[in-house]
């Protein structure tokens, strides 16, 4: 992996655990869903007449990813309502890597033993955060991970066929992300477009953020192995823990501070892998 790759998704990591802590810090959790990912549908209909469109080898595997990404949305909003980011958000992220990387396999990708290392430090890492939880509060987020995994293996195929990466994934939030907006505007008009006025602001950053991180993500698995790109991202778990720290004031136990050196490793052993 290029130093230029690792910096790359490093940077989408920041973004994503950025985003998340939008969604979570809002008064309506829901809402705040709906404002990032109509902002992100926004930014990328303004955005997509001045790119190719993605080759039709790719269409099946974005209306495929259409379908996932809209649920893990409703799903993201429900879990925060719930669930401290800093427990959710460590458990949906750091399950998807292993799965990725094992379904990997079945698409004829082989890793070296040192990107292997990699992959199981990082999960390790953000599965030892979790330790304490509840097996309540952990059935969501380890649903959010199976689907983050699903997705993320259908969008690189995707992303690779395409010959766009960009583009491909700027349809997909311009797709996924009308379903939500539409169904809030139907079911509760009045305090969308309030809240919309409210924090408009927030959403697209948001929506920019979410928007950046997952092109670049895409891109990055054009230009190495799925699994090595997927893992790296989710060293976003380290973002996160010092937003829930410094910004949301959760408490963060010692063992989740213990397992963001784990991820740290493992990252290390990614870029040299």
Known sequence: MSPTIFLLVLLAALLH??????????????????????????????????????????WPWLAASVLLQSGYYALIAHCYRTTDMSLAYPLMRGCAPILVAVAGLAFGEHLPAAAWLGVALVSA?????????????????????????????????????SGSPVA????????????????ALWQRRAQTLAYARAHWRLGLVGGLGTTASYAIALWA?????????????????????????????????????FA???IVAGAVALRLA
């Not at 810090?25 to 790119?51: C, Q």
């Not at 979790?130 to 959010?144: F, H, K, V, W, Y």
């Not at 311009?174 to 379903?179: E, I, Q, V």
Request: net charge positive; with cysteine.
């Open 260 to 262: 963001a050196a784990l």
């Open 125 to 161: 890492g953000i599965l030892c955060m979790t330790r304490g939880a509840r097996l309540r509060q952990m059935r969501l987020p380890s649903l959010i991970a199976a689907t983050i995994a699903v997705y993320t293996l259908v969008d690189a195929h995707g992303a690779r066929a």
């Open 221 to 257: 698995m054009t230009r190495a192995p799925v699994a090595m790109i997927a893992a790296l991202r989710e060293t976003s778990i380290l973002f996160a823990l010092l937003i829930s720290a410094l910004l949301l004031r959760e408490h963060v136990p010692r063992v989740r501070w």
């Open 17 to 58: 655990a950025g985003w998340n802590a939008i969604v979570k810090r809002g008064a309506d959790k829901f809402l705040g869903t709906v404002l990032v990912t109509g902002s992100a549908a926004l930014v990328s209909a303004l955005v997509l007449p001045w790119l190719p469109v993605p080759a039709a080898q790719s």
């Open 168 to 183: 491909y994934t700027l349809w997909l939030f311009l797709l996924s992300g009308l379903p939500l907006p539409c169904w």
